[in-house]
């Protein structure tokens, strides 16, 4: 239901609500378009007559009317992520809560919680916008939707490039294989998620490039971390997230973390895209993208039917993505930045590659490892990212 009412409209909301100069009126027509969508999603509530839980679909005008989006097109960031942790924390409590004393109700109370904190941030976001908290439904204002189908294409196809693959492999994977792939996916779909948010905390500041080179260089150190725990010390970190058992796909894992890089070094172009208006050739690369990694995963099961296929067709994807950002949008002197800072912090590797060498891959040396380059790069590079 929440991808439904995002689709494309919710990143060109949020491209147009950081360029426009009458944003409060653009953000009017949004609304309104997606509270009539959730008015049209509220329909299938009829099919609760099958099953109860389609009841749920009752929540989807008052999710559309949530305005969280325009906060970080806006330049209210850290408002946003407050609205954020209030709608996960709030809820997740009421669960607890109704767990203990009330387990029969356990999912009538978690409804009820997500309505009320609906409504309270609704017009918590109003008033920090200074807009009204609902607008008027038009059946009209749906030609928005229809005008941000190549964004809506891009969000599909980058779901692919995560949990979506998911939809194909198991008729190509045994179910073990899967069993391990998914957290393994998920976390993956978490650290792009987190690179995502990061960016938009910055979508009005990003036509500037020093801007843009600011925020890749964040990216790349938060996507070096992650390649540093995959690479150096895959035992302890497989084994703290995931389990023993996990241990058995070690590989996909550090693919994984290469696929991380690739999404990470030059994200920043995307970004750059979109404030471009250029969504047809962006659902291009992204689609065809897709299209290879779910081809990759396919093709390469048949002779080896593993979590490696799955992590190789990710690389592959990211891979494909990030050339086709370079084709549309890069300058070669934005690329040799990227990949000096990139040059530069791998310097610190040398740090955790001897504490792995000749101390071994264990759950204390990783942590004290990831804490000192965390606090290294941290004091090397906090003044530049004081945008």
């Known amino acids: 239901m929440l991808s439904v009412i995002a689709f494309g409209l919710q990143p060109a909301a949020i491209r147009d609500l950081a360029l426009a100069v009458d944003w409060k009126d653009e953000f009017k027509r949004v609304q309104s378009a997606r509270i009539t969508l959730g008015l049209v999603l509220m329909l299938l509530v009829v099919a609760s007559l099958f099953n109860k839980y389609y009841l749920i679909f009752l929540l989807a005008p008052i999710i559309a009317a949530s305005g969280e989006y325009a906060l970080y097109a806006r330049g209210a960031a850290v408002y946003g992520a407050f609205i954020s942790f209030l709608r996960l924390t709030i809820p997740f409590s009421a669960i607890l809560v109704a767990a203990y004393y009330i387990p029969t109700y356990t999912g009538v109370v978690y409804v009820v919680a997500l309505m009320i904190i609906h409504f309270i941030t609704i017009f918590l976001i ?21 005008s941000s189908i190549p964004l809506g294409i891009v969000t599909l196809a980058q779901y692919m490039l995560g949990l979506g693959i998911l939809l194909v492999a198991p008729y190509f994977y045994d179910t073990e294989t899967l069993g391990i792939v998914f957290p393994g996916l998920k976390f993956y779909v978490l650290y792009k998620g987190v690179l995502r948010i990061i960016h938009q905390a910055f979508v009005q500041e990003m036509k500037r490039e020093e801007v843009r080179l600011k925020v890749d260089q964040l990216s790349i150190m938060i996507g070096a971390l992650f390649l540093l725990s995959v690479m150096f010390f895959p ?3 497989i084994r703290f997230l995931f389990g023993q058992h996990a241990l058995s796909q070690k590989i996909f894992f550090q693919l994984l973390g290469v696929a991380a890089v690739f999404y990470t070094i030059f994200l920043s172009m995307a970004t750059s895209i979109l404030l471009q208006k250029m969504d047809k050739q962006y659902s291009i690369i992204t689609s065809l993208a897709a299209l290879l990694a779910v081809a990759c995963c396919i093709i390469l099961s048949f002779n080896l039917r593993s979590g490696i296929s799955i992590g190789i067709s990710l690389c592959v994807g990211e891979f494909t993505w990030l050339c086709g950002l370079l084709w549309m949008a890069t300058k070669e002197s934005r690329i040799e930045k990227r990949l000096l800072f990139l040059g530069q912090i791998s310097f610190l590797f040398a740090l955790p590659l001897m504490v792995t060498y000749w101390l071994g891959d264990k759950l204390l040396y990783y942590a004290v490892s990831f804490a000192v380059v965390s606090l290294l790069l941290l004091i090397l590079h906090h003044r530049k990212f004081r945008i």
């Open 235 to 237: 035992d302890s970190f």
């Open 126 to 146: 109003g008033w920090r916008l200074q807009v009204q908290a609902f607008s008027k439904p038009s059946l009209q204002s749906l030609k928005l939707y229809v």
